[in-house]
């Protein structure tokens, strides 16, 4: 990761560096004032509040009808963390947790955020002390209920030479609410993947489209999540025709119909 800039901020006859690491991927707003910091309103008393941060969501979504939940299956609450203009934690500060939009009911002192009805946008869930609010937004999806392997290319011809053939195309998945393709899609659900073949995981490799190494993708639109395979054909030590690729989806805990799906990659030498 690239260095974390921190913020400065110039007030009468001082530069105060405010140490932002710890603030990364916080969306912090100053009510009623139209900058997230304003130099002349940065307080310098340990316990008073700068920046308040969600903490990362045990999920992308909330399921209708239920609570949001961890990938183990727990009802998991939402949590933030305040900070002061030190960038040291407060601990004692009290978040309230709320959301303005329909879809989703929040229990402001405990976080718990339980689904009522589909919207077509993701819920915004607001966190709160005292004048300052950190956003972020989440998903209501359908109960997960059967996941199958979504068609596409399953084939590699890798090259000894050429490394930039040998990532394979998407092994996808379709989650779906339903028993069959005509029910709705389950968009935005955690889909985790596993190489069950292969020696001992460095011949292939889980990326996602980036090239970064990766093992979970979230469903799209269309209810679909996958994952690409990179071949290290150099460590091939036998004849491997394929690549075996299990991908899990639980929902409380416990898999789904379908799940875990079996994903082959067939592999074979580039023609000259």
Do not use: W
Not at 26 to 42: H, Q, Y
């Amino acid at each position: 990761m690239g260095d974390v800039p921190a913020i400065f901020c110039r007030r009468a006859s001082y530069v105060r560096q405010i140490p932002v690491m710890r603030l990364v991927n916080a969306l912090v707003l100053v009510v009623g004032t139209p900058a997230a910091f304003a130099c002349t309103d940065i307080p310098t008393d340990s316990n008073a509040v700068l920046a308040i941060a969600f903490d990362s969501l045990p999920s992308p979504s909330v399921v209708l009808g239920d609570t949001l939940r961890d990938t183990t299956g727990v009802a998991a609450p939402l949590r933030a963390t305040v900070f002061n203009f030190q960038g040291e934690v407060i601990s004692a500060a009290t978040v309230t947790f709320s959301s303005p939009d329909r879809g989703v009911r929040v229990d402001g002192a405990s976080g718990f955020v339980v689904a009522d009805s589909l919207r077509a946008t993701p819920a915004r869930i607001l966190a709160t002390v005292g004048n300052l609010q950190s956003v972020l937004r989440l998903d209501v999806s359908l109960r997960p209920d059967t996941a199958a392997p979504s068609p596409g290319r399953d084939s590699l011809a890798y090259s000894l030479t050429d490394t930039t053939v040998n990532v394979s195309p998407s092994l996808n998945v379709r989650v779906l609410h339903g028993l069959t393709t005509a029910h709705s899609a389950v968009r935005s659900y955690i889909v985790s993947f596993a190489v069950t073949s292969a020696g001992d995981g460095t011949l292939a490799r889980l990326v996602n489209d980036a090239g970064r190494s990766s093992r979970v993708d979230t469903t799209d639109a269309n209810g679909i999540a996958g994952r690409k395979i990179r071949l290290d054909p150099a460590r091939l030590s036998s004849l491997v025709d394929s690549v075996i690729v299990q991908a899990t989806v639980k929902y409380r805990g416990a898999q789904i119909r379908g799940s875990p799906v079996r994903l082959v990659l067939k592999v074979r030498p580039a023609t000259p």
